[in-house]
């Protein structure tokens, strides 16, 4: 992870010296405002899927979520977070303005589809009760999920909206950027790393 | 690494380590969180869910009252931010409160689990303005 880090050098260039001329901000939006219609649409389906209360549905938007959520963090953590910090500047911050606003709305979304999804099917199918035999599992996964919940809404996402702000900026400062992508790209490794004793956790409890 | 360590230091008034003190506090509603959710449905002593809120609640008021005093603060940029999360995270908590009213939880642990939710959609978008604001240089500057 050492070579993980995003320091748009044009940027660095025009900050450096006397009177360094700001430059038109970069044109992208921190929330894609059209994808927030996308979201409102999957939490009415996970809404009416709760209030429903049937399997399919519940495992539907369960099995999706989690797959979606998981399969995320484990590519962005080992795979596209090395690889970034290999790309040339102009191709990270490119990178960066395109990828981070989408990960903005996608990651909370597919994160609470999965989890209200999945405590409904807990419910429904028995797991979350004390007498379940594979109760000692659940609770594994509850407190597996706590730790990501954790770092993610504590480091991960406040990094991911503070470097889009940063690099609003007609003047965005390199270190600032360098600093909150570190802390990105670690807590996106350590969310990846957790994600594989998820993985552990639902194949033990789907395979009875 | 080495060729970008030059701009690895960051200008900026020493702030009071509020998102250390949000992760904790974090921690501690999801450790409740856990507590009351592993014993359903049997019966839950809520003593040490309650304890753990209440501790949260209080690094809550602690990291709100410690910002508050620092001086220059971009208060503008936080509230922007702090705003806009706010609702995110409140449509999210309203989400979860949704299903633990759909499963007919109810007394002791409907409270504290709603008063969880509370801390959570408070403190949430507070880390988040306050990482954005943090860099946010003072115009006087």
Redesign the interface.
């Known amino acids: 992870m050492?070579?993980v880090?995003v320091?748009p050098s044009e940027v660095?260039t025009h900050h450096e010296g006397a009177g360094p001329p700001a430059r038109p901000p970069l044109e992208f939006e921190i929330?894609p405002r059209k994808g927030l219609i996308v979201v409102a649409v999957v939490?009415v389906v996970?809404?009416v899927a709760?209030?429903a209360?049937k399997l399919w549905p519940l495992m539907f938007l369960h099995v999706t979520g989690g797959a979606a959520w998981t399969i995320i963090d484990l590519f962005l953590g080992f795979v596209l977070g090395p690889i970034l910090g290999r790309l040339s500047i102009p191709a990270r911050i490119e990178l960066v303005t395109k990828l981070m606003p989408k990960m903005l709305i996608i990651m909370?979304t597919v994160v609470?589809v999965a989890?209200?999804a999945g405590?409904?099917l807990g419910?429904k199918l028995g797991f979350?009760?004390?007498q379940s035999p594979n109760?000692g599992w659940?609770?594994a996964s509850?407190?597996v999920v706590?730790v990501m919940?954790?770092v993610a809404?504590?480091?991960l996402?406040?990094?991911n909206?503070?470097v889009l702000?940063?690099l609003k900026k007609p003047q965005p400062?390199?270190?600032?950027i360098?600093?909150?992508m570190k802390r990105f790209i670690y807590s996106a490794g350590i969310t990846g790393a957790m994600q594989v004793a998820t993985l552990v956790i639902m194949t033990r409890l789907a395979s009875g | 690494m080495s060729a970008v360590s030059a701009h690895a230091t960051v200008d900026e008034p020493r702030l009071p380590p509020v998102t250390e003190i949000g992760m904790a506090s974090l921690a501690l509603i999801v450790a409740g969180g856990i507590y009351l959710s592993s014993h359903i449905p049997e019966h839950v002593p809520l003593t040490p869910a309650i304890i753990l809120l209440a501790l949260s609640a209080l690094l809550l008021a602690g990291n709100l009252a410690a910002l508050s005093r620092v001086q220059g603060f971009a208060w503008v940029r936080f509230f922007q931010i702090a705003r806009w999360s706010l609702l995110a995270y409140a449509i999210t908590a309203g989400l979860i409160e949704f299903a633990f009213l759909e499963d007919h939880l109810s007394g002791g642990p409907l409270v504290v689990l709603t008063l969880s939710l509370v801390v959570y959609a408070v403190h949430v978008p507070m880390l988040i303005a306050f990482t954005v604001a943090r860099y946010e240089v003072p115009a006087a500057a």
């Open positions: 050492s070579g880090t320091v660095a929330v939490f996970l809404i709760i209030a209360n909370p609470t989890l209200a405590w409904q419910n979350v009760m004390s109760h659940v609770v509850f407190i706590g919940a954790i809404l504590g480091l996402e406040p990094a909206i503070a702000v940063e400062r390199p270190e600032v360098e600093r909150l």
